[in-house]
């Protein structure tokens, strides 16, 4: 396991953009995948984007065109930046870490979240 800690979060208008920044304790290469989950009040945490060892990303259909995951494995973090958000994207942002196998990514470490609010 790997002790993750998000940033970046914060209050922005329809239309703007925020970057995300997740720092790990320790080196991120061979992580077989990381990525952002979100969760909105009231909903379940749903995953918007990940990344594999090997750079493959995944994007949920609802931030497809509009978010961009990637990583620095030379300063163990990894990235989100999202661009033209809407209100529906309001909501607090885990970065996770875990095994990826089988097509299925199972994090086993999570950071505490950072809260994005989209709202004018």
């Known amino acids: 396991q790997v002790q993750l800690v998000e940033s970046g979060g914060g209050l922005v208008q329809p239309g703007g953009s925020l970057r995300l920044s997740c720092v790990a304790s320790?080196?991120?290469?061979?992580?077989?995948?990381m990525g952002w989950y979100r969760q909105a009040p009231g909903e379940q945490r749903e995953l918007v984007a990940r990344?594999?060892?090997?750079?493959?990303?995944t994007y949920a259909d609802s931030v497809k065109g509009r978010f961009t995951i990637s990583k620095d494995t030379a300063k163990n973090t990894l990235y989100l930046q999202m661009k033209s958000l809407k209100p529906e994207d309001t909501a607090v942002y885990y970065c996770?870490?875990?095994?990826?196998?089988?097509?299925?990514?199972?994090?086993?470490?999570w950071g505490q979240g950072t809260q994005v609010t989209v709202s004018s």
């Open positions: 990344i594999t060892a090997g750079g493959i990303a």
């Open positions: 320790r080196s991120i290469f061979g992580i077989g995948a």
């Open positions: 996770a870490a875990g095994p990826y196998y089988s097509g299925t990514f199972r994090p086993d470490s």
